[in-house]
């Protein structure tokens, strides 16, 4: 399965999807399809959190057009469109697309576009991100920013800004430096591995936290460490770091 070409299908009918979905296990062997989703708004929270190698996407979305996808979250893999209408192949082409398939899809044609993504792919003839993040002091790339949706506005936060995450209420919430809330539909497992391990800690279960937003700490009980943070926790007991974190946390401060 490592080797296995990761598939995501957006499209709004489920009838086209699981007909594309057969016509693409037909075609090669090695395909995995790793989720179907019909909305733009499921498929923002989706690849917020997740990557594949090839995006399959319908332009005309139940909630609008695909289009507006990459005005909120970044996308750098390639696409194949698939549409009823040629009207927006120039705007498709101004992403990432490598082929612009009309509905109904032949299978001709289906074989044809995953020929031309392999050929590009080949064509580099190395995976250069694999090999820069083996290079010596090559750094990893770390999320820069969160984009939250409050309602219907859209708001960035920029990882500098953000002081801690935290759990309440079994939801995950973003604390910034200046005091303010936002929710974020993020695990703190996930997050764990987005964020740059030098500036981010997870002290418990429910806190994720800056460097900079620890303004004092004292020994306490069983050899932990209990936490002031700047902004203030909910409960002044909740920034404690566990007994099983507590020795990687104080290698973390003295690196």
């Excluded at 909120?72 to 082409?93: C, G, H, K, L, W």
Aim: hydrophobic share 40%; with cysteine.
């Amino acid at each position: 399965m490592g080797n296995s070409l990761k598939i995501l299908i957006i499209e709004d009918e489920q009838i086209a999807a699981e007909k594309l979905e057969s016509l693409l296990l037909e075609t090669a062997p090695d395909i995995r399809i790793m989720a179907k989703l019909g909305s733009i708004e499921e498929s923002v929270r989706w690849l917020q959190q997740n990557r594949v190698d090839l995006i399959f996407l319908d332009i005309q979305l139940s909630d609008g057009i695909s289009f507006s996808i990459f005005d909120r979250v970044e996308v750098s893999t390639p696409i194949i469109f698939t549409t009823a209408y040629d009207q927006y192949a120039i705007r498709a082409f101004q992403l990432n697309s490598i082929s612009y398939l009309l509905k109904p899809i032949r299978k001709t044609d289906l074989i044809q576009s995953l020929q031309k993504y392999r050929e590009m792919k080949s064509a580099l003839g190395i995976d250069f991100d694999s090999l820069l993040a083996q290079m010596p002091g090559r750094q990893p790339d770390y999320k820069k920013r969160f984009l939250i949706q409050i309602g219907e506005k859209i708001k960035k936060v920029d990882v500098e800004e953000i002081a801690y995450f935290f759990v309440l209420d079994k939801s995950i919430f973003i604390r910034t430096h200046d005091g303010n809330r936002f929710p974020l539909e993020y695990s703190l497992d996930k997050l764990e591995a987005l964020l740059d391990p030098a500036c981010f800690f997870r002290i418990n279960r429910k806190y994720l936290v800056h460097m900079d937003a620890i303004s004092s700490m004292v020994a306490y009980s069983r050899g932990r460490v209990k936490l002031e943070l700047n902004p203030k926790t909910e409960d002044p007991f909740d920034a404690i770091v566990s007994i099983d974190r507590s020795a990687d946390f104080k290698k973390w401060l003295n690196s």
